[in-house]
């Protein structure tokens, strides 16, 4: 029953946007607000889909045996990969969950392994391409497979083509430079992050951080 489940989701996860896509979806099980717009992407094996109230998700992203919660207000752009092993499903903190909160914003042509789980706060965004998080790892002294959650911070700014790896967090308030390495480290908040790896570089302030709308709205310019 699963995987027919599976299948018919896969088969309506390809259409364009609409409320009956959303109510559709909800008969199979998912969470998906008749508001939210979730456009032709490719959702496959045992995921599970939430997205909240007038929350967009554009075409063209690949989601894979990994269960994707939504806040509401958030966008997520296209061209992303969002994955899970399910080999790992033994492995030390396997959670197979990305969750983006409310008024968050991802960019195009990222890779997501979320294996170990990541989370995005509040207001926070992913600018650019290319940016890479990996949240599992060999553990060369045990010879095993692990994973570690990625935590970033509310109202926090990440730039492109990052490598995030497993166990990084990112305090609220903060900028990570473009080309940053993040490893397994508790970043401060209101900081400037930048280098490989990536290090404290200054304290920072904006109206962007206090800002009371979200996503960026410069964010998906070149996509409109």
Request: aromatic content about 10%.
């Amino acid at each position: 029953m699963r995987k027919v489940r599976g299948f018919i989701t896969f088969l309506i996860c390809l259409f364009p946007s609409s409320r009956v896509k959303n109510f559709s979806l909800k008969l199979l099980g998912h969470r998906v607000h008749r508001t939210a717009k979730f456009g032709s992407n490719l959702v496959l094996g045992k995921s599970t889909i939430s997205i909240g109230r007038d929350s967009i998700i554009r075409p063209f992203n690949v989601f894979r045996n990994m269960s994707l919660i939504m806040g509401e207000e958030a966008i997520i752009g296209s061209w992303n990969w969002f994955s899970a092993a399910p080999a790992l499903l033994s492995a030390k903190n396997f959670t197979a969950t990305f969750l983006l909160g409310n008024s968050c914003g991802i960019n195009s042509r990222n890779y997501f392994d979320c294996s170990g789980g990541i989370s995005f706060g509040t207001f926070s965004d992913l600018a650019g391409v290319r940016s890479t998080f990996i949240s599992h790892y060999i553990d060369t002294k045990t010879n095993r497979q692990t994973c570690k959650p990625i935590v970033i911070g509310e109202r926090t700014m990440l730039s492109s083509n990052l490598i995030v790896l497993p166990g990084a967090v990112v305090g609220d308030k903060s900028l990570v430079a473009s080309g940053t390495v993040l490893k397994s480290e508790n970043y401060p908040s209101e900081s400037l992050i930048a280098g490989v790896p990536g290090k404290f570089k200054a304290l920072r302030s904006g109206e962007w951080f206090d800002r009371s709308f979200g996503p960026s709205s410069v964010l998906f310019a070149d996509d409109e």
